[in-house]
């Protein structure tokens, strides 16, 4: 609570008040809240002590006196490519954990895979002041005048990092899951050509697959041509699969929401998820637990990504680490409910060699 000022109006508790309380100076104690690299040398117990006395007397930095002082304004511009998906939704409350911890704020833009709406944003974000930018699913074709960080960026421009998962391992662990299971015949959801992340699995799986005595079959590859964000996004093209006729008994959907429209496919076309056809997704948004049945999906650190994708762009623009071209994070394959073993009396091909689907 602010401290009365002789029972009038409440007033902010200021820095000096917290220096004055532990009996130190107001540089000592502006330094540890400040997290200054002097601070390092202040003892931890000290530290400790200033913290306490800050919170007890609720002290509140004062941002604008600091952006002034130090002519900067802590402020940081995301560009995603939707703002309301669960992918970037999880991306940027990563961002947002961190920079709320340290004093940063954050202006958002869009681009959606346009080039003019990316500039534009770009444009108006440094009109504003941003100190760095984040950018969201975006392969980047120049390089930013600002310091920059691509969540899930695969470009190579100069002064950009780029946080990305480690698809070969991710589809790795996806496909064995299955292939452990027997599947052999296996469909593949390829995401859009915009989507940044769209070539680099698909090259992953091409790669893994014969290694695991998976083919990937023309037939049984659907390529998304339209970009959305919504389970409606799997449900069409899961009924293109299914009208070729081509015998399969697992699809590995390029992401959650594609993968969970294609199992009402699959069950509207009378076809049981697991026991007909395994699901498997990728990314593990929230909703993926609760549907029914629960999607086994390869799980992003999305979350994680937009705190380090925060973290590395604020120790740049501080000066205080190296910005790497790239870092790279890990996945996990979680098991849930929409996998299981091959069909009994499953066969790709009937007596008359047209292939169709046996049901267990």
């Not at 997290?35 to 509140?60: G, M």
């Not at 005048?145 to 002064?159: D, N």
């Given at each position: ?10 007033t902010?508790?200021?820095?000096k ?14 330094s ?6 002097s601070?390092?040398?202040i ?9 306490a ?10 941002l ?5 002082r ?18 970037t939704?999880?991306?940027?409350a ?8 340290n004093?940063?704020?954050f ?23 941003v100190?760095?930018l984040i ?28 946080v ?13 899951h ?8 296996i ?5 859009h050509?915009?989507s ?11 790669e ?9 079959r ?49 069950q ?13 997704g990728?990314d ?6 609760y ?13 994680a990504?937009g ?42 091909r ?6 169709h689907?046996?049901?267990?």
């Amino acid at each position: 609570m602010s401290r009365l000022n002789n029972g009038k109006e409440p007033t902010a508790t200021t820095l000096k008040s917290v220096a004055r309380h532990v009996g130190l100076s107001a540089g000592t104690v502006s330094s540890v809240l400040n997290n200054s690299p002097s601070a390092a040398h202040i003892p931890q117990v000290t530290r400790d002590r200033i913290h306490a006395a800050a919170r007890e007397l609720n002290y509140r930095p004062n941002l604008l006196a600091r952006s002034l002082r130090k002519q900067r304004t802590y402020t940081l511009g995301i560009i995603a490519n939707d703002l309301g998906d669960a992918y970037t939704s999880l991306v940027i409350a990563g961002v947002e954990k961190f920079l709320r911890q340290n004093d940063y704020f954050f202006i958002t833009g869009v681009h959606h895979h346009k080039r003019d709406l990316l500039e534009a944003y770009s444009d108006m974000l440094m009109q504003r002041g941003v100190e760095g930018l984040i950018t969201v699913d975006l392969n980047l074709e120049y390089s930013p005048t600002l310091p920059t960080v691509a969540v899930s960026g695969h470009g190579q421009s100069e002064g950009v990092t780029n946080v990305v998962l480690n698809h070969h391992g991710a589809v790795y662990s996806a496909l064995k899951h299955l292939a452990d299971l027997g599947h052999r015949d296996i469909a593949f959801m390829r995401g859009h050509p915009a989507s940044a992340d769209s070539e680099p699995r698909w090259q992953a799986i091409c790669e893994i697959a014969p290694q695991l005595g998976i083919t990937v079959r023309d037939e049984l590859v659907i390529q998304f041509d339209v970009e959305e964000f919504s389970p409606e996004l799997g449900y069409p093209f899961a009924k293109q699969l299914l009208a070729r006729n081509k015998p399969f008994t697992a699809l590995f959907a390029y992401n959650d929401l594609s993968a969970i429209g294609a199992m009402r496919a699959f069950q509207e076309s009378g076809l049981r998820v697991p026991q007909d056809i395994s699901v498997v997704g990728f990314d593990d948004i929230p909703v993926a637990v609760y549907y029914y049945p629960s999607l086994t999906t390869l799980r992003q650190p999305l979350g994680a990504m937009g705190g380090l994708a925060a973290r590395t762009l604020v120790e740049r623009i501080e000066g205080k680490e190296a910005s790497p071209s790239e870092i790279a994070v890990e996945g996990e394959l979680v098991v849930r409910e929409s996998t299981g073993p091959v069909p009994v009396g499953y066969s790709s091909r009937n007596r008359s060699g047209e292939p169709h689907l046996i049901k267990a």
